[in-house]
């Protein structure tokens, strides 16, 4: 199997990348990047793989759909929006890691990520690829899920898929480490800002709101809305969703123990803890979700507190996870990573 990425030189891309070059179902990987007008070393353009002599080639949809046999888009908010046509067209295999193809509402789309859409017709030929629930077996174009949205949807999904608690009153508190605003840098992920501080930002205007809403009225339609919130936080790597709601009456912590194991059984990427509460390191380096639940019978909550690699399960991880299931690989081919220790 040969495999294209385009967006090498961003952080998502780079992580891919390491994924790809040792997953055995793949033989060549071919990288593009939009901004050559010839062939470059890769090791010139991301000194990190200062010993790879591959290639870089200038971008060209045609040379994609010729040579490989699909391509991944690593690539920035409003990229794929405008790049996506001729592949759907094909019918050519996409895994895109951007939020352009997730929604399936162009003004919704444009509300969340302030950038034009693609067009209705593209929207509504990609999946939504939250790997653990939706298979992307025989799927052409899939949407791979935002970082927040995946760990926040894991560790909802018993809760709301059982009907075990009130749907008005999910209140979302995440966290992540600074890699999750890519190689950019910006006043808030600038090291004397970020360092030694925490930052609430996109206050109830996070893009991963939308479609954390889809995917959860897609397994029960009770769900109006969700409280939201995110916060920078002086890490490098990793997500934790710390998720509240109110049970329904007469739910107890037996119940929710019972769904999260029963969801999860068989699962090979999600991990729950039971009151063992994961922390973020248990994660990073690996494709797994860790999750672990408390009950409070005094206040009638319940809290999920799941942990992930914001790049490999948040991104390139659940982007493999995705090619396994559309090619039909094993699930866990090029995905069997340990956690970095200490
Ligand atoms: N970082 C994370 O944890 C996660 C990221 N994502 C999403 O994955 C995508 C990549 O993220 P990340 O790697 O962090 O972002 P980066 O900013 O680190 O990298 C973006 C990449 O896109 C390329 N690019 C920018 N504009 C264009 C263009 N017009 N045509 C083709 N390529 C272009 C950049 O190339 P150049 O060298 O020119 O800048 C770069 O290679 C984004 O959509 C992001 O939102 C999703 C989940 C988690
Ligand atoms: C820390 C940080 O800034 N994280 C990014 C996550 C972006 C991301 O995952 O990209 P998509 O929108 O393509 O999913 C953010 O909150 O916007």
Same mark, same amino acid.
């Given at each position: ?12 891309? *780079? ?14 990987? &071919? ?92 929207? &509504? ?58 190689? &950019? ?34 397994? %029960? ?18 997500? *934790? ?45 690996? &494709?797994?979700? %860790? ?34 299931? *559309? ?16």
């Amino acid at each position: 199997m040969q495999v294209a990425v385009v967006g090498i030189t961003g952080y998502a891309g *780079m992580v891919l990348y390491q994924l790809l070059r040792q997953h055995p179902e793949v033989d060549g990987i &071919n990288l593009y990047d939009h901004k050559l007008t010839k062939n470059e070393k890769l090791s010139e353009m991301v000194p990190a793989f200062y010993t790879d002599e591959t290639f870089v080639q200038p971008y060209s949809p045609d040379s994609i759909m010729a040579d490989n046999q699909l391509v991944f888009f690593a690539t920035s908010a409003g990229v794929t929006s405008k790049l996506s046509r001729p592949y759907i067209e094909a019918d050519f295999p996409v895994i895109d890691l951007s939020g352009d193809l997730r929604l399936n509402d162009e003004a919704e789309y444009e509300r969340w990520y302030h950038k034009p859409s693609a067009s209705k017709q593209a929207l &509504n030929s990609a999946h939504y690829g939250l790997a653990d629930f939706e298979s992307a077996h025989e799927q052409k174009y899939v949407a791979n899920p935002g970082c927040y949205a995946t760990a926040t949807l894991l560790g909802l999904a018993p809760l709301v898929q059982a009907d075990l608690i009130d749907p008005d009153t999910i209140i979302v508190d995440a966290k992540s480490g600074t890699s999750g605003a890519g190689k &950019n840098p910006a006043q808030s992920t600038h090291f004397t800002q970020a360092n030694d501080n925490l930052q609430i930002y996109k206050p109830n205007q996070h893009q991963h709101i939308p479609e954390i809403m889809l995917e959860l009225q897609h397994w %029960n339609d009770h769900v109006k809305a969700i409280q939201f919130m995110t916060t920078l936080i002086p890490i490098t790597r990793g997500i *934790m969703s710390t998720i509240y709601a109110k049970v329904e009456p007469g739910v107890d912590a037996k119940q929710i123990d019972r769904a999260y194991k029963q969801t999860y059984e068989g699962k090979p990427f999600v991990n729950y803890t039971g009151e063992h509460l994961p922390d973020i390191k248990q994660v990073v380096g690996t &494709n797994n979700c %860790n999750i672990g639940v408390v009950y409070n019978p005094v206040t009638g909550t319940v809290m999920a507190d799941s942990v992930i690699d914001n790049l490999l399960k948040g991104a390139a991880g659940q982007a493999v996870q995705n090619f396994n299931q *559309m090619f039909d690989y094993q699930e866990t081919s090029g995905l069997e990573l340990q956690t970095f220790l200490p």
